[in-house]
């Protein structure tokens, strides 16, 4: 196992400056020990080695799971004080799995600087939080993507005042607000660099200061993953109907949920946990219907699914059941996808890529046994 170089007292302090914690009770601070020479020799702060992450999900009976401050459609608090989202779904996936209950999860609120430093700290489980995956990401500090559970690309927003039809139309001098710690910055970089655009790039720490940036009209257009900017212009924004986005897509954006490295056991129950989601919908099932389905069915690798006959669970140290609880309690990918983001969301959003490989998009989960 790859040994993580950062130190619990550069976590806190990385922590502290930043001022993430919107969390509900300063979840993350809780579940951090005081800051100490001895602490600082260890890995994982919060008490546990790698390679037991589902013992200590177990034994605490709750998942830590860091998912954005507050991103509509994908995760942020509703009115009853409820976290709801796709990336807040995807959690309670995995603990509907794991401890057999939705409710067993604790959300993390993490913002861009800090979402993979906590997870290598140990400070969550697991993220599931609109993180791209790259190479740099996967193979260079500790952690592993299990998947792509979103596919998504970055987008522009303008104010309707701003001329142009495509990025390439913006006239010279355009100021382009976005976030920092993200592909999307390195991304724009890139595009303006490669396509001799003369937009002049606005970096800004936080998300509330590159949004502002923008409403307040220090920029003329913003930048971010599309998913993201479709429910920054909808749903956040005091004026939606005086901007568009534009039809470029700048880059790929593959949205996955992320382990810390060296724990197989535990990421193999996270990528099946999003196969088991994609395998519902190919196989038609949903919350409604999977009880029913399950009395009847005769399909042996259906039944092995939905653990009427033996195998599914075995091979994870879970259950014949966990798929099941996933479904009933959660939905297919489908169900996911458009209570959050698609047609029974505000967001409206088109499956585009994220549709199954059977209908033309690239959702394909493995066989299961
Ligand atoms: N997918 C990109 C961008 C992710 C990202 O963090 N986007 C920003 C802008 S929409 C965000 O969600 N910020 C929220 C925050 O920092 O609290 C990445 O993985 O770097």
Redesign the pocket.
């Known amino acids: 196992m790859r040994r993580v170089q950062f130190g619990n007292r550069l976590f806190l302090t990385v922590f502290t400056a930043l001022g993430i914690l919107v969390s509900n009770g300063s979840a993350l601070v809780q579940a951090m020990p005081e800051a100490s020479p001895a602490a600082d020799a260890t890995i994982y702060p919060s008490g546990y080695p790698s390679g037991r992450t589902v013992e200590a999900i177990k034994e605490r009976g709750l998942l830590k799971c860091g998912v954005?401050?507050g991103?509509a459609g994908m995760s942020s608090v509703d009115t009853q004080g409820n976290w709801v989202g796709f990336d807040a779904d995807f959690c309670r996936a995995v603990a509907a799995g794991v401890l057999g209950d939705t409710e067993q999860v604790e959300f993390v609120p993490l913002?861009?600087s800090v979402r993979l430093d906590a997870l290598v700290e140990g400070a969550v489980d697991l993220l599931s939080r609109?993180?791209?995956w790259t190479l740099k990401r996967d193979a260079g500090i500790g952690v592993s993507f299990v998947g792509a559970s979103l596919y998504d690309g970055q987008g522009l927003l303008v104010w309707n005042t701003t001329p142009g039809k495509t990025v390439k139309d913006l006239p010279e001098g355009t100021r382009v607000c976005f976030?920092t710690n993200?592909?999307?910055a390195r991304n724009i970089e890139d595009v303006i660099k490669d396509r001799s655009l003369s937009l002049v790039p606005v970096r800004y720490v936080?998300?509330e200061d590159a949004r502002s940036g923008f409403f307040v009209k220090e920029c003329q257009a913003y930048t971010?993953?599309r998913t993201?900017i479709a429910s920054?212009a909808l749903l956040e924004a005091p004026r939606p109907g005086e901007m568009r986005i534009l039809p470029d897509v700048l880059s790929k954006?593959p949205?996955g949920p992320v382990v810390r490295e060296g724990d197989d056991r535990w990421f193999d129950i996270v990528r099946w946990t999003l196969n088991a989601l994609i395998q519902a919908e190919e196989y038609g099932l949903t919350r409604a219907n999977v009880a029913a389905v399950a009395r009847t069915a005769t399909n042996p690798p259906l039944r092995r699914f939905l653990g009427e006959d033996p195998g599914v669970g075995a091979p994870l140290g879970l259950d014949d059941h966990w798929v099941r609880r996933i479904i009933t309690q959660v939905g297919s990918y489908g169900e996911v996808f458009h209570r959050n983001l698609g047609s029974n969301s505000p967001l409206q959003l088109d499956r585009g890529l994220n549709e199954l490989w059977t209908r033309g998009g690239l959702l394909y989960s493995p066989p299961f046994p």
Request: charged share 10%; hydrophobic share 30%; proline share 0%.
């Open positions: 954005n401050q991103l913002n861009a609109n993180t791209t976030q993200t592909t999307t936080s998300l971010g993953d993201a920054f954006e949205l």
